[in-house]
């Protein structure tokens, strides 16, 4: 949509902020297809609260586990209050109602202090997260973007913010998309102060004794029998008719004949039965041309309560409703194209729910031919193409839905690998001509049929399509698709159970023993992560992919830290624990380990920090710095899993490691595999030329204890000797 994207962005400064990459045309047209589908609604007079409902439900389309939130100031109390946060849960709304704006109230608190767009990317750490803090940890509220919302006079009142479950920064498209969502919020604000004022102002109008001749608003009244005594000049200019002529006459003069008897009735019996009327109505100007009006009806009676007059006043709408449609049309067109856009796709979409089909087209190299031809040229073709395919499938409706994507819509389920082929013959037999230039289209495709999520699940195999390269169709299948929305379903459902889990102290730590196979004895314990939930313990492995996707590894390791001191307080039982690649990202381990030493009483030389092969191996400066840091305190440490990753050798030495955890793979393969005894034997030839102790994972019978005493290996951990309890 070159033309409207030149509006949003008329030079390269306007489109992103300094030092920071410009936004993208795709990135420009998806922040205008927003605008458009937001003021498609407003120009549909919805609820203004819906409106910014979807507005946040748009903008967290644009950014993966994350929530956007429209806050807003009391003006009495000058405190921040959630005006409406459609993904949050009710306890985190209730947590921020009240919010004090000031330096150390969170983003949105520092963006309407300061009126000033504010981005932190670690609520965790940062100074203007204090007075919030504990609302950042309870909801793992990672990083938070808020920019202010201003009134006409651009003072803030209120706040729209990103919250993510990750810490991140915003790119200069997210805090575009940011900008023209709190100017939108704004707008739709106005308009609903607007609206309330407007609808306070008609209650109030009543007659008191003389008719406002001045009124911009028509004004007719007639006597008890309902014969027309007076009006003002607005009612002249607005319907033709001077005021002498119509005097004495019935006001049905005015009809147009477009609404029944039945309509009239109503209105008669609601004005006898209310005292007021008020509603749309279409009559007829002198000249026969059709006036639509919104009209308000009242009654005056007198203190008996007898009928004395009608009046009417009213509001010519003509103008306005048709300038309310081209507005609408504009909203719901591709101005490029013609063609309807996914805006008006969308409302087609939810309009109901019968079996249809829906088929996606992506232009295959129209970047390479806007960048070789120019944008101009590029948009010549694509209004081309948008007329082929009108062409091709006259019992459809296309749309165009992104920059080179198009849209074909049928009402009822057809075949779409069929409808394809047609679309692919068409541009294939015949070339698309543009300025003497031909070119053979061709597209990849993506289709659904259903009657729910069509959208969707036709982005879903477009996306497929893509994947197998150019040219290719993907038609979707509930069989094959839908394994990938089971596990983001699986995702949300550990997302939610380990948030509970954490608020409830259901995550604990399991404790399984560690044998000295010189003296036979178990001389120490792993901590190892489990989720309590009715009556059954949770294994990791079930929860882990959702804890680090929504960055809650560090809480769940500081919770079996401080479970497991607990449990070793007051002996020299050492214990190891694990330690995640998010949690060195973080810097707060060595604080908060010698804070719960202090607590529990242990020393460092009774812990081992555990970390997996990749994280030591990636060599990350800061991550190294810690680890060593947390060696020269007293802590031991143990490359767990080693053998699956790097098997970085030289980096091992380089931290000085104590100990060498053997990958379970190996270990319980082998008495009967060659490759896995080789491998664990050249581990121990290496760690015991380190001077490295090695601890041999999942020894499980006696055959493989007996391969480990062979090899040398100092430790056994597994079922064999110790199953994981809840105590050591």
């Known amino acids: 949509m070159a033309t409207s994207t030149d509006e949003l962005n008329t030079n390269t400064e306007s489109s992103c902020y300094a030092g920071e990459v410009p936004l993208t045309v795709d990135e420009l047209d998806q922040i205008l297809q927003l605008h458009q589908m937001i003021f498609a609604r407003v120009a549909r007079n ?162 008191m004794g003389t008719v406002l001749t001045q009124s911009s608003e028509g004004v007719l009244v007639t006597d008890a029998r309902n014969r027309i005594v007076e009006t003002n000049k607005a009612f002249e200019a607005i319907t033709g ?20 008897a039945a309509f009239y009735e109503d209105m008669w019996a609601e004005l006898t039965l209310q005292g007021q009327w008020h509603g749309e109505i279409v009559n007829q100007r002198k000249d026969g041309s059709e006036l639509s009006q919104w009209m308000s009806l009242s009654v005056i009676r007198d203190a008996l309560g007898n009928v004395q007059n009608h009046v009417a006043v009213f509001t010519d709408l003509t103008e306005l409703k048709a300038g309310k449609a081209k507005l609408v049309d504009a909203l719901e067109h591709d101005q490029l194209t013609g063609l309807p856009n996914k805006a008006k796709l969308s409302m087609l979409l939810d309009g109901d729910d019968h079996p249809r089909s829906l ?56 075949d779409l690998k069929a409808a394809n082929v047609r679309v692919l013959k068409q541009f294939f037999s015949r070339q698309i001509n543009v300025d003497d230039l031909g070119f053979n289209i061709t597209f990849t495709a993506g289709g659904a049929s259903g009657s729910d999520s069509l959208f969707g699940k036709a982005v879903q195999s477009l996306r497929k399509a893509r994947e197998q390269g150019k040219n290719q169709f993907h038609l979707y299948n509930a069989d094959t698709d839908e394994p990938d929305q089971a596990k983001r379903a699986e995702h949300i459902y550990w997302n939610s159970m380990l948030h509970d889990a954490l608020s409830d102290g259901r995550i604990v730590p399991y404790f399984q023993g560690i044998r000295d196979n010189r003296s036979g004895d178990i001389v120490k314990y792993e901590a190892l992560v489990r989720l309590l939930h009715d009556d059954t313990v949770h294994s990791p492995y079930l929860f882990l992919d959702a804890a680090r996707l929504s960055g809650l590894l560090p809480l769940i390791t500081r919770r079996v830290i401080d479970r497991g001191f607990a449990q070793i307080t007051g002996t020299d ?137 062979q090899l040398g290996i100092e430790y056994s951990q597994g079922y064999l000797y110790s199953e994981p309890a809840a105590s050591v």
Not at 384 to 398: H, K, N, T
Not at 654 to 675: G, S
Request: charged letters at 25%; hydrophobic letters at 40%.
């Open 46 to 207: 919805e609820d203004y609260l819906s409106i910014i409902n979807k507005l946040c439900s748009l903008t967290e389309s644009f950014l993966t586990n994350a929530v956007a939130s429209v806050m807003l100031v009391d003006n009495e109390s000058g405190l921040m209050s959630v005006l409406t946060a459609p993904s949050v849960p009710d306890a985190g709304i209730s947590a921020l109602q009240g919010l004090k704006p000031g330096r150390t109230g969170g983003s949105c608190g520092n963006a309407v202090f300061g009126n000033e767009p504010v981005y932190v990317r670690d609520t965790f750490t940062d100074p203007r997260w204090a007075d919030l803090r504990h609302i950042a940890y309870d909801f793992n509220l990672c990083s938070c973007w808020s920019v202010p919302v201003r009134n006409e006079a651009q003072e803030a009142i209120g706040s729209f913010a990103l919250s993510s479950f990750e810490h991140r920064t915003p790119s200069a498209f997210h805090k575009r998309l940011l900008d023209v969502g709190a100017s939108i919020v704004s707008i739709v604000l106005a308009r609903h102060a607007q609206d309330q004022h407007l609808a306070a102002s008609r209650k109030r109008i009543e007659l």
């Open 359 to 414: 088929l996606l087209l992506n232009v295959d190299n129209f970047s390479y031919i806007n960048t070789g031809y120019s944008l101009a040229f590029g948009d010549r073709l694509l209004c081309a193409i948008a007329q082929r395919l009108v062409e091709v499938e006259p019992g459809a409706q296309v749309f165009r839905v992104n920059a080179d994507e198009f849209a074909i819509y049928y009402d009822q389920v057809v």
């Open 241 to 260: 008719f001077c005021g002498d002529e119509v005097k004495g006459l019935d006001p049905k003069l005015l009809s147009s004949g477009r609404q029944s």
């Open 573 to 709: 039982i050492e214990l190891s624990v694990n330690i995640t690649e998010e949690d060195l990202n973080q810097h707060y381990l060595e604080q908060y380990l010698e804070s719960k030493l202090d607590e529990y009483q242990v020393s460092a030389s009774q812990v081992t920090l555990e970390i997996l092969e990749g994280v030591s191996s990636t060599g990350k400066k800061n991550h190294i710095k810690q680890l060593r840091a947390l060696k020269v305190r007293g802590y031991r440490l143990a490359i767990d899993d080693f053998g699956t990753e790097y098997s970085n050798f030289e980096r091992i030495l380089e931290l000085n490691v104590d100990f060498v955890k053997i990958d379970a793979k190996y270990i319980k393969n082998i008495v009967d595999d060659k490759a896995s005894y080789e491998i664990t034997r050249a581990i121990v030839y290496f760690a015991k030329n380190a001077g490295i102790a090695t601890i041999a994972e999942f020894v499980h019978n006696q055959a493989v204890q007996d391969v480990v005493d």
